[in-house]
C-alpha cells in the first residue's frame, strides 16, 4: 500500500494495578495468556523479495486483548456505553459483551448506557443514563436495534458532552457508531486532553456498508448481506415467474457497493450490479438500459441489485446534509424503476417490474451467528483496552486479527469496491454484465 500511516495508540498513563483476570504469561503451559504490547502485526500481506528496511513502531498495528498490568482501578472505574447514527445489526450484541466483560472479567460495577447517541450527554434533551448489569442486557441480543436508543447529531456540542462527563465522573466512554460517530469521539478526546482529564475513548466500529478503513470488517455486515440475499431470491422469484419479469432491489451502500457486490456473489441470481464506485450510463448503444433490453430479450427475465450511492453524481441537484453530516442522497431504487419502465413502454415490450427496497428491515434485523461472534469479540476486546488505559483507538479486525487502530487513521479515508480489482472482477464473473457500461465514443 502506497498510504504512510502512523499506528502508534496513545495512553493515559503508566499501567501499575495488577489485572483481576487470571491468564498466564508463559507459553506452553495450557494457560490463556495476556496480551503484550510489544505484540504487533502488519497491515499489509503483499510480500516483495530482496533486502526489507527496519520496521518502526508506528508502521505496525498493536493487537488487541487483555493486559497484565491495567491503568485502571476496577473498583473505580465508572463506564459509559453509547451507540450512535443507524440502526445495524448487532448493536445490542456489542452492548451486551462489554457490560459483562466489564462485570465479570473485572468486577466493574458501574456502568451506565446513554441513551439517544450523543444527544443523551445534553442537558436540554434530559434523556438521563440507564444503569447497565448483565441481568438487563442478558437477552438484549436476541433483538434488533439498540437497547440505548440511538440519534444523528448532537456530536458537534463536544464541550457539553465533555462537561456531562464530568459530571457523570465518567473514566471510559465506549463509542459505537460509525464514521461520524467516532469524528465526534476523536473532537471529544481532543477535549479530555485539553482538560487534562484521564478518560478513555473507545470506539468500536458499526457501519453495515462495511467501509471503514483499514478495518477487514465492520460488524453487521454479514447479517445484511444475509438478509439482502433472501431479498433477491424473492425478486427472481418474481422477475422469472412473469412475463419479461424484472426484479430491482436496492441495497444499502453510499458510497461503497460492498453489500450489493457480496449480495450477487451470494444469490448467483444477479444479472446487474450498480455500485457508486463503476460509472454507467443508463441510455446509448453502451448503457445499462441497451442491454437490459438485450437480457430481456433472450431470457425474458433480469434481476438488478443497486446500491443507494450509485448515480448520485446525477441525480442529487443540490447537498443537502442529515443530522449526522452525510449528504441526502436521492433516491436511486425509484429513479430506475421508473425509468426502465419508461424505457421499455417506448419500445412497446411489455415487462413486469417488482422494484424492493428492504432497507430498514435489514437494519433492524438481530444479528446473524458470524456477526453475534464478531461483536461479542469486539466488545470484550474494547474492554480490555479501556482498562489498560489506551485510548483514542477503535477496535477493528486486520489479517483476522483484532488490533488497536488509531481513530484519526481509520476517518482518514473510506474503502470502496476497486474497480480493477478482484472482487469486481468476480461479481462481473457471476452477472456477466459487461465490465463497464459507458458510452465512451461516438458511434
Known amino acids: 500500500m502506497g498510504e504512510t500511516y ?85 448493536i445490542n450484541d456489542v452492548i451486551r459483551s462489554v457490560v459483562r466483560c466489564l462485570w465479570y472479567r473485572y468486577g466493574v460495577k458501574r456502568i451506565s448506557g446513554v441513551r439517544y447517541g450523543y444527544k443523551g450527554f445534553l442537558p436540554e434533551y434530559q434523556y ?95 447479517t445484511a448481506v444475509d438478509k439482502a440475499v433472501e431479498v433477491v431470491a424473492a425478486a427472481h422469484m418474481e422477475a422469472s415467474s412473469a412475463i419479461n419479469g424484472i426484479g430491482l432491489v436496492k441495497v444499502m451502500g453510499r458510497e461503497s457497493g460492498f453489500i450489493a457486490v457480496h449480495t450477487a456473489l451470494a444469490s448467483h441470481e444477479v444479472n446487474f450490479v450498480l455500485i457508486p464506485e463503476v460509472p454507467f450510463n443508463l441510455e446509448g448503444y453502451n448503457g445499462f438500459l441497451h442491454y437490459l433490453e438485450e437480457r430481456i430479450t433472450k431470457r425474458h427475465h433480469a434481476v438488478i441489485v443497486v446500491a443507494e450511492g450509485a448515480m448520485q453524481d446525477q441525480l442529487m441537484t443540490e447537498k ?54 464478531y461483536c461479542e469479540r469486539l466488545g470484550d476486546a474494547a474492554v480490555h483496552a479501556a482498562m489498560a488505559g489506551k485510548t483514542k483507538l477503535i477496535i477493528g479486525l486486520v489479517n483476522n486479527e483484532f488490533v488497536h487502530l488509531p481513530i484519526r487513521e481509520v476517518i482518514s479515508h473510506r474503502n470502496h469496491v476497486e474497480p480493477e480489482g478482484n472482487l469486481w472482477r468476480d461479481t462481473l464473473d457471476a452477472t456477466h454484465q459487461p465490465a463497464l457500461m459507458v458510452n465512451q465514443f461516438n458511434k
Do not use: W
Not at 498466564?24 to 505484540?39: E, F, H, P, Q
Open 320 to 373: 443537502k446534509l442529515d443530522a449526522g453530516g452525510n449528504l441526502k442522497m436521492a433516491d436511486v431504487g425509484t429513479y430506475l424503476r421508473d425509468r426502465i419502465i419508461k424505457y421499455f413502454e417506448e419500445k412497446k415490450i411489455e415487462v413486469n417490474l417488482k422494484y424492493i427496497d428492504p432497507s430498514y428491515i435489514i437494519r433492524s434485523a438481530p444479528a446473524n451467528p458470524s456477526d453475534s461472534i
Open 128 to 222: 438521563g443514563v440507564k444503569p447497565l448489569d448483565p441481568d438487563n442486557v442478558d437477552d438484549i441480543h436476541k433483538l434488533g436495534g439498540t437497547y440505548l436508543g440511538s440519534a444523528r447529531g448532537g456530536g458537534k456540542e463536544v464541550s457539553k458532552i465533555v462537561d456531562a462527563m464530568e459530571q457523570l465522573n465518567l473514566n471510559m466512554l465506549f463509542t459505537i457508531g460509525g464514521d461520524g460517530t467516532q469524528r465526534g469521539s476523536l473532537e471529544i478526546a481532543e477535549e479530555i486532553d485539553k482538560r487534562k482529564l484521564k478518560i478513555a475513548m473507545i470506539g468500536i466500529p458499526k457501519t453495515v456498508d462495511n467501509d471503514f478503513a483499514l478495518i477487514q470488517r465492520s460488524f453487521g455486515f454479514d
Open 6 to 90: 502512523d499506528f502508534t495508540i496513545e495512553e493515559l498513563g503508566k499501567r501499575s494495578i495488577k489485572s483481576p483476570i487470571a491468564m498466564s504469561t508463559t507459553a506452553g503451559d495450557m494457560i490463556a495468556n495476556y496480551v503484550t504490547d510489544n505484540k504487533f502485526i502488519r497491515l499489509g500481506t503483499e510480500a516483495k523479495l530482496g533486502a526489507q528496511p527496519p520496521i518502526k513502531r508506528s508502521q505496525v498495528l498493536e493487537c488487541a486483548g487483555p493486559r497484565e498490568m491495567l491503568y485502571f482501578q476496577p473498583a473505580h472505574v465508572h463506564a459509559g456505553i453509547v451507540s450512535c447514527g443507524g440502526l445495524c445489526p448487532g
